[in-house]
C-alpha cells in the first residue's frame, strides 16, 4: 500500500482562493516533499520539510509537518489559474538511500 | 532545469520485445531513479542507481532490469514487454544532503510507451 495518501483526491477553486491539501502517511520518515505536475509533464519539486521542522514557506506556499500525527498540509494561498495541476506528497524513509514514496496525489483545477 | 533528458519520448511497441529507455543527466548527481505512473497509483519506483554500478530494486521491479555504467546514464530494460507494463516512466536524480538524508529529486519529461 501506498506511504503517502492525499486528501481530496481532487479540488475545484476560484482563482484567489486557497487550497489546501493534506497528506497522512505510515512510517518515520526523513522528509517529505511536495511535487507539482503538470498535465503531461514531469513532477516539479515545490517544498522539502524535513522531520526535525514544523512549518516551511515558499512564496505562496505554506507546508506544515506533523510527525506526531504523521500528516502533513499544502496551503497555496491567493490561487492563480497557473497552478491548475496535480500535486504530490512524497515521503523519504529512513534508511532508504533517499527513496520517495508518493501518494496518488490531489488534482487541483483553479478556475478564473 | 535541471539538465535530465530521456529517450525516447514516446515509443509503442508489441507484447515480447525488449525496450529500453535512457535517461541522461548532466548535473553529476550520485543518485538516480526510474518510476512508473498509472492512473490512480502516483509514481511507483522501480530500480534506483546509488552510484556507478551499484543499483537496487524498488517496488515493483519484476520485468525490468536496470545499468549504470557512467555516472550520467542509467538505463531501464524491459526484456520482453508485456502490455501491463504501459505506463508512463519517469527518471530522476538526486543527491545526498547530509548523512542520513537527501535532497529534493529532479524528474526528466517522461517517456510514455505502449506495449500493444
Known amino acids: 500500500s501506498q506511504q503517502g495518501e492525499e486528501d481530496p483526491q481532487a479540488l475545484s477553486i476560484q482563482e484567489g482562493e486557497n487550497a489546501t491539501m493534506n497528506c497522512s502517511y505510515k512510517?518515520?520518515?526523513?522528509?517529505l516533499q511536495w511535487y507539482r505536475q503538470n498535465s503531461g509533464r514531469g513532477l516539479v519539486h515545490l517544498i522539502l520539510?524535513?522531520?526535525?521542522?514544523r512549518e516551511k514557506h515558499s512564496g505562496r506556499l505554506r507546508v506544515t509537518l506533523d510527525t506526531s500525527k504523521k500528516s502533513s498540509s499544502l496551503l497555496i494561498t491567493a490561487s492563480r489559474a497557473a497552478d491548475t495541476a496535480s500535486y504530490f506528497c512524497?515521503?523519504?524513509?529512513?534508511?532508504?538511500?533517499?527513496?520517495?514514496?508518493f501518494g496518488a496525489g490531489t488534482q487541483v483545477v483553479v478556475t478564473p | 532545469d535541471a539538465g535530465i533528458t530521456q529517450s525516447p519520448r514516446h515509443k509503442v511497441t508489441e507484447t515480447g520485445t525488449p525496450v529500453t529507455l535512457r535517461c541522461h543527466q548532466t548535473?553529476?548527481?550520485?543518485?538516480m531513479y526510474w518510476y512508473r505512473q498509472d492512473p490512480g497509483h502516483g509514481l511507483r519506483l522501480i530500480h534506483y542507481?546509488?552510484?556507478?554500478?551499484?543499483?537496487d530494486k524498488g517496488e515493483v521491479s519484476d520485468g525490468y532490469s536496470v545499468s549504470r555504467s557512467k555516472t550520467e546514464d542509467f538505463l531501464l530494460t524491459l526484456e520482453s514487454a508485456t502490455s501491463s507494463q504501459t505506463s508512463v516512466y519517469f527518471c530522476?536524480?538526486?543527491?545526498?544532503?547530509?548523512?542520513?538524508?537527501?535532497?529534493?529529486?529532479?524528474f526528466g519529461p517522461g517517456t510514455r510507451l505502449t506495449v500493444l
Open positions: 520539510i524535513r522531520s526535525n521542522e
Open positions: 512524497a515521503t523519504e524513509l529512513r534508511g532508504s538511500w533517499g527513496k520517495l514514496q
Open positions: 542507481s546509488y552510484g556507478v554500478k551499484d543499483t
Open positions: 530522476a536524480i538526486s543527491e545526498r544532503a547530509g548523512e542520513s538524508s537527501y535532497n529534493e529529486q529532479f
Open positions: 512510517t518515520s520518515i526523513n522528509n
Open positions: 548535473e553529476n548527481h550520485r543518485y
